[in-house]
């Protein structure tokens, strides 16, 4: 049965950090590129960053790059997101997708809430 299962969120203050953990199971983990989406309230459900399975090369957006890395851990099936200086509009719902799964539009996990506040 596949599944994602993501863990490693909750509350911090502004400029603290988290580091968010996507473990799988049910399928060859290796061989799919995985991402990290995050949905902020009242917003449409956001790319964040992704990681290709082979090379592992990495690609971010915008609002992210610098303070966040993406990676992988292929021997344990588990996908990471380090989240530095974290702001109140990083404030969301994060979720992992496994590209190639279920679809053209991937499958993803429960998701993670993430609230950045004082």
């Known amino acids: 049965q596949v599944q994602l299962v993501e863990s490693g969120g909750g509350l911090v203050q502004p400029g603290g950090y988290l580091k968010l953990a996507c473990k799988a199971f049910g399928f060859a983990f290796n061989k799919h590129h995985m991402s990290w989406y995050r949905q902020r309230p009242g917003k449409e459900r956001e790319f964040v960053a992704q990681i290709l399975s082979a090379t592992r090369a990495t690609t971010y957006a915008d609002s992210v790059k610098g303070r966040f890395t993406i990676s992988r851990d292929n021997s344990e099936s588990t996908l990471y997101l380090r989240m530095n200086n974290l702001q109140p509009e990083d404030t969301a719902v994060y979720y992992c997708?496994?590209?190639?799964?279920?679809?053209?539009?991937?499958?993803w996990g429960q998701g993670t809430q993430v609230t950045v506040s004082n």
């Open positions: 997708q496994a590209a190639g799964i279920g679809g053209p539009s991937g499958f």
